[in-house]
């Protein structure tokens, strides 16, 4: 590795008054006063029916938000945080938040880390089964959820747990004694509150203190819960502060988190990254969170709310960007339009010099299509955070180039989460970025083999990290704690799993998971993930999923664009079926998409192209349970699912 860079050096050395050693209940309190009067939440009318009345928390219009300020985010935390020490709460009570993500989400979180206790998370999506497992693993003893249908899945379960009480966020409580809606655990907050009490709740947590256990989204089997301390999360916010603040060594066009900004949130709260990126580091900041309705709904929240910065997975990139093209493809000549735009675009993202002729066509795209796609946006974000995968290099650099930079990151639950970001001044798309201060790291050569990966130029290996911000273990599973450390050179590491490269000038680049390396049977080992990236920008393709194992060549199970091969087929005159599974053996859509895979092929190594696809009609979800609700592929499940199309890929080769 190469020198450290001055920026860096600067990083380490910053502090200001975010970046702190006191646990979450004090640094909300404290953000709290210092951003007083400043806007804090934004909650959209008619989407719940929530307990908290209007005197409480005033309902705006249908479809329109609302605004509470820091101070009476503060008033609400503290009262519900003696409302929860009423019903029982106190130090290390476990309690499960099961809701989508909402301003009540966020309330709940701050409530319960101020009471002491210790707040577990079950995704939305959780079959009553899992909500089983969420729920009873921790031995959790209140369950906060948002909706009845939420509430029907606890009870459901409710007899085989340990909960003394269920707490609804809407106002959907039946007449019975173990269930109560927030408004009424607000009402007790705010007849027994007491300051001094509230400053000995706070004070009586450290830092080592338990704060959080949160379970893995389940890629790989069933999912553990990661074990995640109030220093863990208090170092992390101190890390991405330290690189994402408002240091005065910062070149004023580039983009910082500074109080006073708005950001959105619509990223699952139970999910690590949207908690400490969207959650913990905003408030931290004195940021106005505004919450969106639902992914569903993005597009116009987002003018509604018209965030300066967010956070996101790239499928939701891939989503916008797919969206954009749509939008261009009512003609032949705006789709010519847009895809000169796109070109220009990433020609000059990858350029430090763009000369007269490439600045002019950028001038002249910008003002024909980006402010356009920038409009749609909000018209005001200044740059989003892309995590919790890896986002197509291709797709980094459009956005880039519109004027929407991408600050690519990297993390897992077990690091809460983040270990490398982009610093903005310096944006290296297709890297996972610089690793943040404070955090030793270390590349194990000894599991790959580098000369089997294409364009390495680094040493390659698995990631290994250790620092403030990394777990000591997961819930009740010894076994696993001790299979996810390695002991060397006399200290603990934590194995990421993944496969890493470190650049000579200190980035860190993503290859693959380490158990998701596909080994062919003729021993070469080949890494999905880049290949996948490829069609991020593809039209005619929505979702790919690389297969190979144990076979002699790489194949792909793929999920038309269904869309784009209707604007296709109208523009050649060809006749598709209804039907979703004929058209995927309909010989005009794989020609199609196998034109779309020869393109991809061509830019990569003879053992990892494509020889042999499938195309599948069911698009991978969280519904369908292929995707995990950070919308990663759920590979087995999908390999599982469309097992016989797997098996026609090698059957007609």
């Known amino acids: 590795m190469g020198a450290t860079p001055g920026w860096f050096e600067t990083e380490a050395e910053y502090t200001d008054e975010v970046v702190g050693t006191d646990t979450l209940g004090e640094l909300f309190a404290a953000t709290a006063r210092r951003n007083a009067d400043r806007d804090a939440q934004q909650y959209k009318g008619g989407v719940y029916d929530r307990s908290l009345t209007d005197d409480v928390v005033p309902a705006p219009p249908d479809g329109e938000y609302g605004t509470i300020s820091y101070e009476r985010m503060h008033e609400l935390v503290k009262y519900l945080a003696a409302g929860f020490r009423d019903l029982g709460v106190a130090a290390d009570t476990r309690v499960g938040l099961f809701a989508s993500t909402r301003m009540e989400w966020a309330l709940s979180d701050f409530a319960v880390l101020s009471a002491g206790g210790v707040v577990t998370t079950v995704y939305t999506d959780s079959s009553t089964g899992q909500v089983r497992h969420l729920l009873d693993d921790p031995g959790a003893e209140v369950a906060v959820v948002g909706t009845g249908d939420q509430l029907e899945r606890v009870l459901a379960v409710a007899d085989e747990l340990a909960l003394s009480t269920i707490v609804t966020m809407d106002d959907c409580a039946p007449d019975r004694a173990d269930v109560v809606t927030l408004a009424d655990v607000y009402e007790r907050g705010q007849a027994v509150f007491e300051e001094s009490a509230y400053q000995s709740w706070l004070a009586d947590r450290q830092p080592g203190d338990l704060a959080s256990v949160i379970y893995t989204s389940g890629t790989t089997g069933k999912p553990k819960g990661v074990r995640l301390t109030h220093r863990n999360f208090r170092a992390n916010v101190n890390q991405t502060r330290r690189r994402l603040g408002p240091r005065p060594d910062k070149s004023p066009e580039l983009p910082v988190v500074s109080a006073g900004m708005r950001s959105i949130a619509f990223l699952p709260l139970a999910h690590v990254f949207e908690r400490l990126a969207g959650h913990f580091f905003m408030y931290a900041s004195g940021v106005t969170v505004g919450y969106a309705e639902s992914p569903e709904t993005l597009t116009g929240d987002l003018l ?325 609700p950070s919308m990663k592929k759920k590979r087995r499940n999908i390999q599982e699912a469309f097992e016989s199309k797997v098996d026609a890929i090698y059957d007609e080769t």
Request: charge should be negative; glycine fraction near 8%.
């Open 304 to 628: 509604a709310l018209r965030p300066q910065m967010g956070a996101s997975v790239p499928r939701v990139y891939e989503r916008i960007f797919r969206r954009m093209r749509e939008q261009a493809g009512d003609s032949p000549v705006t789709e010519r339009l847009f895809e000169w735009s796109l070109d220009v675009a990433r020609r000059y993202a990858r350029t430090e010099d763009a000369g007269p002729v490439l600045s002019l066509q950028h001038r002249l795209a910008d003002r024909l299509v980006y402010s356009t796609v920038r409009e749609g946006l909000g018209g005001e974000v200044e740059f989003m955070v892309s995590g919790g995968g890896s986002l197509s290099k291709s797709l980094c650099e459009t956005f880039i180039g519109m004027g929407i930079d991408i600050v690519e990151g990297y993390g897992l639950t077990e690091t809460a989460p983040v270990i490398a970001i982009n610093p903005p001044e310096d944006l290296r798309p297709g890297t996972l970025g610089y690793p943040v201060t404070e955090l030793d790291y270390h590349i194990d050569t000894h599991v790959v083999d580098d000369t089997e990966f294409d364009d390495v130029t680094g040493r390659l290996g698995e990631l290994l990290v250790d620092g403030p911000n990394v777990t000591e273990g997961y819930w009740n599973d010894p076994g696993e704690t001790d299979r996810g450390f390695v002991e060397r050179d006399g200290r603990r590491w934590f194995r990421t799993g993944d496969i890493v490269e470190l650049t000579d000038d200190g980035f860190l680049v993503y290859h693959d998971r380490l158990k998701q390396l596909i080994v062919l049977s003729t021993g070469k080992n080949v890494a999905p993930q880049p290949i996948e990236d490829l069609f991020a920008t593809v039209d005619r393709v929505n979702q790919v999923m690389v297969v190979g194992d144990d076979r002699k060549f790489v194949g792909a199970l793929v999920v038309p664009d269904f869309e784009e091969i209707e604007r296709l087929a109208a523009r050649a005159g060809v006749d598709l079926p209804e039907d979703p599974y004929a058209r995927c053996d309909h010989e005009q859509v794989r020609e199609w998409v196998r034109a779309a895979i020869e393109d991809a092929n061509a830019e990569l190594e003879r053992t990892e192209r494509i020889k042999a696809f499938e195309l599948v009609p069911e698009e991978w979800t969280t519904d369908n349970d292929l995707l995990t």
